[in-house]
């Protein structure tokens, strides 16, 4: 971790009551800004908070999707808390969405999430990780469009689950949305980043200096 993060709570100081979306403001509990170590090498993005992140403000907590996210960080070795922990205590990694206000019926639009988008390049700019892993197809084409060559719609996320996707100055590890995934796909990932990922010099990507 940067000597310089005092938390791992919205360590770039985003604003908390943005009001930048009016069909969001009235409906959320909280708006969940990143959480995590702004020195990460790996950046875990979903679509929107969970019910569990709306309510404790923090994300993938709270929940049966938190808790099998915070799990398979466990297996990693990203966290040194229990899964049901509303404060992970993680190294190495970054957590954030591509909106950070959860609409309790509906997802977020395409101008919510455009919206929000300079909330989420500003923390991987200033993070700079090697890996981005986008949860779900919506996030996954979010992503392509920014990181990657191919076009947005090439994608499928069943498809590219658990496989390494070379971007422009990043490499994509798509994962399925959380409360789709069988504990076969979970433990597909995991292996996937100890094998292939964890397996080689994974920061040539960009030829980062090592911590």
């Known amino acids: 971790m940067d000597a310089e993060q005092h938390t791992l709570e919205n360590p770039f100081s985003m604003d908390p009551d943005c009001e930048n979306c009016p069909g969001l403001c009235d409906v ?61 205590d993680l190294q190495n990694v970054f957590l954030t969405y591509l909106t950070r206000c959860r609409h309790p019926e509906r997802r977020p639009t395409d101008e919510e999430i455009l919206t929000c988008e300079p909330y989420l390049n500003a923390e991987i700019r200033m993070i700079n990780p090697e890996i981005i892993v986008p949860i779900g197809q919506r996030t996954l084409e979010a992503l392509a469009i920014d990181y990657t060559t191919r076009a947005p719609d090439s994608f499928d996320v069943t498809e590219e689950h658990a496989t390494t996707i070379r971007g422009r100055g990043f490499e994509l590890v798509p994962m399925l949305e959380l409360d789709e995934q069988t504990d076969d796909d979970t433990e597909a990932f995991v292996e996937h980043l100890r094998e292939s990922v964890f397996g080689r010099d994974y920061r040539q990507t960009k030829g980062r200096r090592g911590r």
């Not at 995590?36 to 790996?42: A, R």
């Not at 679509?47 to 309510?55: I, V, W």
Request: a negative charge.
């Open 28 to 88: 959320r509990e909280n708006v969940v800004h990143g959480y995590g170590d702004v020195g990460g090498e790996f950046v875990f993005v979903a679509e929107r908070p969970s019910s569990g992140a709306d309510e404790n403000g923090i994300p993938f907590t709270g929940d049966e999707e938190g808790e099998r996210l915070q799990r398979i960080l466990g297996d990693l070795g990203f966290s040194r808390s229990d899964p049901d922990s509303d404060e992970p």
